[in-house]
């Protein structure tokens, strides 16, 4: 017979089943599959729990504060309660739970799954600092919508791996209640006026004021309107006296929430939802399962509920003009107002339902307690001479993925022959011989072992590995290189989703990780107008094509596109020299120069060109002059930009974005390539032009035991001196 298992929630507090985050938790909690059972554990006491039922055991745990003496000693008691109660998994569903599990989790040995429900408006720097190290202790995080999983990602510095999406969900019986037949006479409002609603807790960050300035102009064609505030909260001074106000005076309503709010939503004409920041709100799932029409803002979740212009209408949060354009379009054709709100039910039953909420949870809590199946068996080989490397040179390369160019033993064989060192490969193969994987570092004179070059630009590090081999070649490369005596492992730069942070999250080694830089990128895979359209307001669209069109428009200027080995040799000597001058000019230095880099970037250019993979982009004026020079290298569908030189003192106006913009059009999207990596460098101009970002950690590994944690202490202290002294200067929440 199957074992039940033991689901442990844990949340701040419990207020009553109809607040958003709650009324998920309950609705989870009286439809668990078969097979789960259910406790609930609140820090909190409230009103409501001591007074109703719950479908669960539950018991108020309260915490002593953060740092307080006893704060550890009651922890430690608490695990040893998960332990004893048998349970076999911990879910947190709020801010400080989600925080308090992990850690709860780790001393009990019970894997523990956060929540994130919102886009952190209530992270502090302190708090996302907590939350950054103790997600590394996380089984999953999983995120109501994929807008809070980017941010969680992105700010929070989780795994991508780590995060799973799963959408709100209502039972849809629950929509089929009738409306509040009395309600628009007891506010006063006819059967014909319009009357136009807000369903969200009265805060600030909700922006109803909004919604007020827009029914003022909504009135002056519509003077019967009405507006419906529904909440749990009053509203504050301010929005109280504008609700007053001879424009608005008796068109306002308050209505405060004690239950269902579905009854009230089918007496509505309209919803809005004027948030500045959100999940995945229930709000809008509940007008949508009422087949309401819903005007909401263009934030967080909003858009993967409301399909603009089918199953609703979107605009920018503040707009408070393009709010009353819309709420005035949906009044003069109340057709198409039907429409979207029938549209709105279809898409609420097509993919917001409770069953399928829950079945997705369950199969998040599965997939956690699902038996880690055994890796392959590797033996790991360390390869630090020439005849060695020849020997793996063919097969590395079968190794090498669209985002591994910094990887390949051309990067790598340059960087040697330039700056000296000594190969460190760590080679994994499986019991038939074949190659897994490799972890390519060097050891430089100094003693330090590292990527080749992670110092002079190399972006994307990781393992190579065979696809479903990255975790096993990870933990045996990491555990060879400290078992040769390596004092630790430097390892920078390495991608976001790696799988070397993936595996150090297990434990097994002491290490740190600090966010290192952003790598923006342009992603354009359908051609270059079509992203110039999507990523350029009409006015920058304009300045760059008239650019274009007074470059093209001189006699003799052009772009050259240099591929074979001479010409980019001699492309980057140049563009060397115009970047060196550019930065003297600034009266500033630059790393990019000196002998041994002219030197590398000439040998790397040498084994590039004859696989053409190397480009040099020359903008020339009239009587051949060059203006600009960009440097960058071809591998897996991407353009990877590495260095640029650009003089501004020439005839031709902005000669780098000419440059770029002609780069993008004719010599990556217009000769088939997907993608212009930026690589390292957070520069304002990239991100006018980048669709995206990718980020980079700083992993510093250490050996087992108490000398590779005392250096982890060490290095975290540090970090706090840092921290606490950039805050003391003003920086905001850690990058």
């Known amino acids: 017979m199957t074992r039940v298992r033991h689901v442990l929630f844990l949340t701040d507090i419990f207020g009553g089943p109809h607040g958003g985050t709650e009324g998920q938790l309950t609705a989870l909690v009286e439809n668990l599959p078969p097979g789960w059972r259910a406790s609930l554990w609140v820090l909190n006491s409230s009103i409501y729990l001591p007074q109703n039922p719950f479908p669960c055991p539950v018991r108020v745990v309260g915490l002593p504060r953060w740092g307080a003496p006893t704060f550890a000693p009651r922890l430690l008691a608490l695990a040893g309660d998960v332990r004893r109660r048998g349970v076999d998994l911990i879910h947190a569903f709020h801010a400080d739970t989600c925080t308090l599990a992990p850690l709860l989790g780790r001393l009990a040995g019970v894997p523990a799954i956060t929540s994130r429900r919102d886009l952190g408006y209530w992270q502090r720097p302190r708090t996302l600092a907590s939350l950054r190290r103790v997600n590394r202790l996380a089984a999953r995080i999983v995120a109501n919508c994929h807008a809070v999983a980017a941010r969680t990602v992105a700010v929070e510095h989780a795994l991508p791996g780590q995060v799973r999406v799963v959408w709100n969900g209502h039972a849809p019986a629950r929509f089929d209640a009738p409306a509040d037949a009395g309600l628009r006479a007891r506010l006063g409002v006819g059967p014909g006026d319009p009357l136009i609603g807000l369903l969200a807790n009265l805060r600030p960050l909700k922006r109803p004021q909004d919604l007020l300035a827009a029914l003022a102009r909504v009135r002056e064609r519509h003077p019967d309107a009405h507006a419906l505030l529904i909440s749990t909260e009053p509203p504050w001074p301010a929005l109280r006296r504008r609700m007053e106000k001879p424009d608005l005076a008796g068109h306002v309503h308050v209505l405060p929430v004690h239950g269902d709010v579905v009854p009230v939503l089918k007496a509505l004409d309209l919803a809005v939802l004027c948030s500045e920041s959100e999940g995945l709100s229930n709000a809008i799932l509940e007008c949508m399962g009422c087949a309401l029409p819903v ?14 212009g089918r199953t609703g209408l979107l605009y ?7 709010l009353g354009d819309h709420l005035l379009a949906l009044l003069a054709r109340p057709a198409q107002a039907r429409a979207l709100g029938a549209a709105a039910r279809r898409a609420f039953d097509e993919r917001f339902s409770l069953a399928r909420m829950v079945r997705e949870t369950a199969a998040v809590w599965a997939e956690v307690l699902a038996p880690t199946p055994p890796g392959p068996r590797l033996t790991v080989a360390r390869v630090d001479d020439a005849a060695g490397w020849a020997a793996l040179e063919e097969a590395w390369r079968g190794l090498l993925g669209p985002k591994h160019f910094f990887l390949g033993p051309d990067w790598v064989g340059a960087w040697l022959e330039a700056f000296g060192g000594t190969p460190f490969l760590l080679s994994a193969r499986g019991p038939d011989g074949a190659l897994r994987g490799l972890l390519p570092l060097v050891r430089s004179p100094d003693g330090r072992v590292h990527f080749a070059g992670d110092r002079e630009g190399a972006d994307h590090l990781d393992v190579l590995a065979a696809p479903g081999c990255e975790g096993p070649v990870a933990r045996a490369a990491i555990q060879a290189a400290l078992a040769a005596g390596v004092r630790w492992l430097d390892l920078r730069h390495v991608q976001e989703g790696s799988a070397l942070r993936a595996v150090l999250r297990e434990g097994a080694w002491p290490y740190t990780e600090r966010a290192a830089t952003v790598c923006p990128y342009i992603a354009a895979p359908d051609g270059y107008e079509a992203w110039l359209g999507r990523q350029m307001d009409r006015k920058r669209r304009h300045e760059i094509r008239r650019l274009l ?8 200027a052009r772009m050259r596109l240099l591929r074979d080995a001479e010409g980019c040799r001699a492309g980057v000597a140049r563009l060397l020299t115009l970047h060196a001058r550019r930065f003297a000019g600034l009266g500033r230095a630059t790393t990019f120069a000196g002998a041994r880099l002219e030197a590398f970037h000439a040998g790397l250019v040498r084994r590039l060109a004859p696989r053409d993979q190397v480009r040099v982009a020359v903008l020339e004026e009239a009587a051949g002059r060059e203006v600009a020079l960009f440097y960058g290298f071809v591998h897996g569908g991407a353009f990877h930009h590495f260095q ?14 000419v440059l770029r913009a002609l780069l993008l059009r ?9 993608e212009f990596d930026f690589l390292d460098g957070d520069e304002a101009y990239k991100f006018q032009w980048a669709t995206d970002v990718r980020r980079l950690f700083d992993l510093t590994v250490h050996a087992p035991g108490l000398l590779g944690r005392t250096r982890v202490l060490r290095a975290g202290a540090r970090g706090l001196v840092r921290e606490a002294v950039r805050r003391c200067r003003g920086g905001g929440a850690p990058g």
Not at 295 to 308: F, I, Q
Not at 666 to 674: H, I, K, M, R, S
């Open 666 to 674: 004719d010599g990556v999207f217009g000769a088939g390539l997907t």
């Open 549 to 556: 069109r007074r470059f093209e428009e001189r006699p003799g």
């Open 316 to 322: 920018p949060a503040g707009d408070v003009r393009a």
């Open 644 to 657: 640029s030189g650009v003089d501004e003192g020439g005839e031709v106006q902005s000669p780098g974005t």
């Open 295 to 308: 005007v909401a803002t263009r934030v967080g979740g909003n858009p993967e509920l409301v399909e603009d």
